[in-house]
């Protein structure tokens, strides 16, 4: 499995942005795909996540009603939409595949994408 994360860039506080995660490989659709973070001097955070289905999505508190996860199976993308942006939000952002569970929002994701910074200014 194969993972692509972009669509960062520098906004301004209040701004929306997208990402996207476009996955690639034979199995894929058999993992639940996940939005992570890290802040400088952060630990690892769980934003979100989807199976290819839809019947499995999980957000974390901290973005709840800011960040959605979606998905497009046709183009094999998951995508995390962000909005009402904050200074705090600024961070590397990354896609992760694996097995959804408490190891999988730890951080424990099979696979990983190469991040993407999102820098949001005030």
């Known amino acids: 499995v194969q993972l692509q994360a972009f669509g960062g860039g520098l906004v301004q506080a209040g701004d929306s942005l997208r990402l996207s995660c476009a996955a690639s490989?034979?199995?894929?659709?058999?993992?639940?795909v996940g939005w992570f973070r890290q802040a400088p001097g952060k630990e690892r955070e769980f934003l979100a996540s989807?199976?290819?289905?839809?019947?499995?999505?999980d957000h974390a508190d901290s973005v709840e009603g800011r960040f959605t996860i979606s998905k497009d199976v046709a183009k094999a993308t998951m995508y995390l939409q962000m909005n009402r942006l904050k200074d705090e939000d600024t961070a590397v952002y990354y896609c992760a595949a694996g097995a959804y569970g408490r190891r999988f929002k730890d951080g424990h994701a099979r696979y990983w994408g190469q991040g993407t910074l999102v820098t949001v200014s005030s």
């Open positions: 989807s199976n290819w289905s839809g019947s499995r999505i």
């Open positions: 490989g034979r199995t894929f659709h058999a993992y639940d």
